[in-house]
């Protein structure tokens, strides 16, 4: 099973670009890397899903390199709203198992 | 608007007391799931359920059951020989589990307190 590994918190300010890795060595040839956001007691949400290289939309960009042992969610000119966990999420296709990484925590200030 | 409806919102049994926690999906998705959450953690699987009448069990099973009679449905009961049973439950669905990856829809949860 592809283990996912994340810092567990980072701390920005408003306007910056933050940059969170999540680190998964043994990813399998077809699995995903999908990245969700959760705020304090509701559901995770999703934000956005690649396979390789780079992936935008409106909100976070998601680089991948060449080896896809790693992904780096980027998130532009965050704001105080942005304030909450980020997890990172491989799916594990050969285990048919939806594991989470143990999430980063991620505080704006002005 | 589709989405995924879990109730109660708080939910409070003693020890000792089964209890069913609900979940609902109208978003016509054939996979659904159910993780657990406690405090400062991330989530943990407990069952997942590819299709009607089918389910497997996730990282942390034990003391759980669930069934999936209906595609709309994915009831998750909470039994007594769960040792610590008090955490945050939350409810997901997908449009398709094989294949390409289709991103997890989440519930609101459910955050359950046994004492």
């Known amino acids: 099973l592809a283990k996912t590994t994340q810092p567990i918190s980072m701390d920005s300010y408003e306007g910056q670009e933050v940059n969170i890795t999540c680190s998964h060595n043994?990813?399998?040839?077809?699995?995903?890397i999908t990245w969700y956001q959760q705020f304090p007691s509701q559901g995770p949400r999703f934000i956005i899903q690649?396979?390789?290289t780079k992936v935008t939309n409106e909100v976070a960009s998601l680089f991948i390199p060449a080896d896809r042992k790693s992904s780096t969610l980027s998130l532009p000119r965050v704001s105080l709203s942005d304030t909450a966990v980020y997890y990172c999420l491989v799916y594990t296709g050969g285990g048919n198992k939806l594991t989470f990484g143990t999430g980063t925590q991620l505080k704006v200030e002005l | 608007d589709g989405g995924i409806t879990q109730s109660p919102k708080y939910l409070f049994r003693k020890e000792g007391q089964n209890v069913t926690l609900s979940c609902e999906q109208n978003?016509?998705?054939?996979?659904m799931y159910w993780y657990r959450q406690d405090p400062g953690q991330g989530l943990r699987l407990i069952y997942y359920s590819q299709i009607v009448n089918d389910f497997q069990k996730g990282d942390i099973a034990e003391g759980y059951s669930v069934s999936r009679e209906k595609k709309e449905s994915f009831p998750l009961t909470v039994t007594s020989a769960q040792k610590n049973p008090t955490a945050f439950y939350l409810c997901?669905?997908?449009?398709?589990?094989?294949?390409?990856?289709?991103?997890?829809?989440f519930g609101n949860g459910t955050r359950l307190t046994v004492t």
């Open positions: 978003l016509n998705h054939d996979a």
């Open positions: 690649g396979y390789k």
């Open positions: 997901a669905s997908s449009k398709s589990f094989g294949g390409v990856f289709s991103p997890l829809h």
């Open positions: 043994n990813i399998a040839t077809n699995d995903y």
